[in-house]
């Protein structure tokens, strides 16, 4: 088949069974629109979503990109286009940047394929991959470079590219490398310095079709939650967000950080029956000159607020911190833990997993008490490129940081002071580096565990 010349019979759908319609899916002889009317959505698509669609769907068009507002309903445009490519024969993958992204795609994947037409055209169907009659193949998968390198893709979405990992990236074109079709749709909010950035501006040179949605171009998306995050979040984040520019990031970090006392706050949380509870979480920045600095945050049961509940200093001495570390852990059967790691942290990090195997070895812990402080600890490096760190923060863009001067002042001091880097010449946020903000560190470790550990 020449793709050049091939374009799909239209066919007017009417009341055609879903059967007779899957059949000429895996035929071929049905077009995106048609594919796409025959969903019978609850919504309505806008004109700029069936303009957009004209491009992401062109199958002579081999590279596009959506540059859109948070809630611009880029994930869900771009997984139905590959998914009518893997719905007429194609192998198609969507790529999530993080494990933490893939629970939506999943979600609409089951809702088109599982109440529609495609149904009857899928022999395998597990929440995260479908097969088709015809030959075609679709997944949802993390991008990471082991799981980039798999088998042959026609056809692939890069969601959230912004914080794609650049081998992992290239490994996953290298899959299409044999296709004919080799289709790529990239898609993010902007980042500056960004993976996506550099693929933006190569396809803005190459003059490839790069697609703004800027949120006025989003209906769907709700005023109020517009008007909120323009008042909430600082000017440059608010315009790389909701306005799609590649904006610098400055001045002070957090705008959202309330102090006050809490306490109110945390006995309501407390009052919540136990299998919906909240509870603490620690982060630990190691230095072995200030002292190994350790930083409590609990969020409420909705995760719109961060309480950060505790701080403490444990001496520079690394094996009392350990022992400190494994007391807190056996006092709070539910607490998290994140440990920095890289650089000199790493030496840190080996000697809590190192000593918590000898005290299980010496039976100073039970069998039981080993296992529950090893599955709750993790570590988490600060990369030199910042990624890590930036994705902590960005996380609490959207909630309101509540901070108590006397039970924490130290991080609250932190909270308010942290600020971007404005010299920095890379092109990419850099927080400005202080040699004692470590408990703005260990508060954005401990924010990260007890989101997403």
Not at 401 to 414: G, K, L, S, Y
């Amino acid at each position: 088949m020449q793709l050049a010349n091939y374009v799909p019979t239209t066919i007017d759908i009417g009341d055609l069974a879903e059967r007779e319609l899957a059949l000429r899916v895996l035929r071929g002889e049905v077009n995106f629109f048609t594919w796409n009317l025959a969903l019978k959505e609850e919504f309505v698509t806008t004109q700029k979503q069936l303009d957009d669609f004209k491009i992401l769907a062109d199958p002579c068009i081999d590279e596009a990109f959506i540059l859109a507002s948070r809630g611009g309903s880029k994930t869900y445009d771009c997984l139905k286009v590959i998914l009518y490519y893997a719905s007429i024969g194609y192998w198609a993958v969507f790529w999530a940047s993080d494990s933490s992204q893939i629970d939506q795609p999943k979600h609409y994947l089951t809702t088109l394929c599982n109440n529609t037409f495609l149904q009857h055209t899928i022999t395998v169907n597990n929440i995260e991959e479908k097969k088709f009659r015809n030959g075609g193949w679709f997944q949802i998968r993390n991008l990471t470079p082991k799981k980039a390198r798999s088998r042959r893709v026609d056809v692939a979405g890069f969601d959230e590219e912004r914080e794609a990992d650049e081998e992992a990236l290239r490994a996953a074109y290298a899959t299409m490398s044999n296709s004919k079709l080799r289709k790529k749709i990239h898609l993010t909010t902007p980042l500056l310095g960004s993976p996506a950035h550099t693929t933006w501006k190569r396809m803005k040179q190459e003059g490839k079709p790069l697609i703004i949605r800027h949120y006025s171009d989003c209906p769907y998306i709700n005023p109020a939650e517009v008007e909120y995050a323009r008042k909430e979040y600082p000017d440059w984040y608010f315009k790389q967000e909701y306005e799609c520019e590649w904006t610098a990031a400055s001045g002070r970090i957090f705008s959202n950080v309330k102090h006050c006392d809490f306490s109110a706050e945390i006995s309501a949380q407390n009052k919540i029956r136990d299998w919906v509870r909240t509870w603490d979480h620690c982060g630990v920045d190691w230095n072995p000159v200030y002292g190994h600095v350790m930083v409590w945050t609990r969020y409420d049961q909705a995760k719109t607020t961060c309480f950060v509940t505790h701080e403490s200093n444990l001496g520079t001495d690394g094996m009392a911190a350990c022992e400190q570390l494994f007391d807190t852990l056996i006092l709070n059967p539910h607490m998290k833990l994140e440990m920095e790691d890289g650089g000199t942290n790493i030496g840190f990090c080996e000697m809590f997993f190192g000593m918590l195997e000898d005290f299980k070895l010496r039976k100073k812990f039970t069998l039981d008490e080993y296992l529950s402080i090893a599955r709750r600890s993790y570590r988490r490096n600060w990369d030199s490129e910042g990624k890590n760190k930036m994705k902590s923060i960005t996380n609490l863009y959207p909630l309101t940081i509540m901070v108590d001067d006397a039970r924490t002042p130290q991080t609250a001091e932190w909270l308010d002071k942290a600020s971007w880097d404005k010299k920095d010449t890379s092109g990419k946020p850099k927080v400005l580096k202080d040699p004692e903000m470590h408990w703005f560190d260990a508060f954005l470790h401990s924010s990260w565990v007890a989101m997403y550990g």
